[in-house]
């Protein structure tokens, strides 16, 4: 089992910034795939960006050039920084992780709310 615990999440001004970050413990020494989900209010869960163990990233054309997906595989620990944030961002952010073997895990989530 993977445990994932996300925070940073909080609100802010539209145009600032956040840093989430999401760490991952139990039995995580085979986790392949990380990254972050966000779900708005009446809306779908949908992707934001992921990462893989080797650094291969992809994202949302929603936030690409706005998001920046990073990973520390040693301390199995993944982070997004959003920055040019818009009250559109707001939503819960979910933490995401896939095992080798396929085993998926998903966080509790952490809320971003934008201002405008």
């Known amino acids: 089992q993977v445990q994932l615990v996300e925070s940073g999440g909080g609100l802010v001004q539209a145009g600032g910034s956040l840093r989430l970050s999401c760490a991952a413990s139990?039995?995580?020494?085979?986790?392949?795939?990380m990254g972050w989900y966000r779900q708005g209010s009446g809306k779908q869960r949908e992707l934001v960006a992921t990462?893989?163990?080797?650094?291969?990233?992809n994202y949302a054309d929603s936030v690409k050039g706005q998001f920046n997906i990073s990973r520390d595989n040693a301390k199995n620990t993944v982070y997004l920084q959003m920055n040019s944030l818009k009250p559109e961002d707001t939503a819960l952010y979910y933490c995401?992780?896939?095992?080798?073997?396929?085993?998926?895990?998903w966080g509790k989530g952490t809320l971003v709310t934008v201002s405008s």
């Open positions: 139990g039995s995580n020494d085979r986790i392949y795939r």
């Open positions: 995401y992780a896939r095992h080798i073997y396929g085993m998926e895990y």
């Open positions: 990462i893989t163990s080797y650094g291969s990233t």
